[in-house]
């Protein structure tokens, strides 16, 4: 039994699709991401404080070393992960083949595909070019509207907003 393909879009990750893409994260997110970051490293130093004001030193060194991975894993890692993904998709030109089925979709890059099932996704956006169908809170798929080769983008977004 063959499965029928409901929407195909075949999608080229481009510099501008992909810039276009972090400036819409960085609107949707940047709040809850900053404040968030705010009341943990305010935390953490006040807790140093305390401790040092308190003579534990062994205990404010082992704060300062959750600080600084804290620092590490939320702004330095994030821009390094961008900066692969960049090297990898965009600068390469990457061309990928999306076929949405009743109940996942796939992803073809150059033979190796990928099967992801809707409940997998965190959330869907629609901005004037492109659908971002998120992943995770930070990655994201970008399938261009424009790279519809079976069905069309506005029945497609009122189906994937019913799948997630």
Avoid at 24 to 49: D, E, G, Q, S, W
Avoid at 118 to 140: C, G, M, P, R, W
């Amino acid at each position: 039994m063959r499965l029928e393909i409901l929407f195909k879009n075949i999608t080229t990750y481009s510099k501008t699709a992909y810039n276009e893409f972090l400036d819409f994260h960085r609107k949707k997110f940047r709040f809850k991401f900053i404040l968030l970051n705010i009341i943990i490293i305010a935390t953490m130093l006040t807790c140093i404080v305390y401790l040092v004001n308190f003579h534990i030193y062994s205990t404010a060194i082992i704060f300062c070393i959750f600080l600084t991975g804290f620092i590490f894993y939320r702004f330095i890692k994030p821009v390094s992960d961008v900066q692969t993904d960049y090297k990898e998709k965009i600068e390469n030109k990457k061309t990928f083949t999306f076929e949405f089925y009743e109940h996942f979709f796939t992803i073809d890059n150059n033979g190796n595909i990928i099967k992801i099932k809707y409940k997998d996704l965190y959330k869907v956006f629609e901005n004037v070019d492109s659908f971002y169908l998120y992943i995770d809170k930070t990655h994201a798929i970008l399938i261009n509207k424009s790279g519809f080769v079976v069905g069309n983008p506005s029945n497609f977004y009122g189906f994937i907003k019913k799948k997630v």
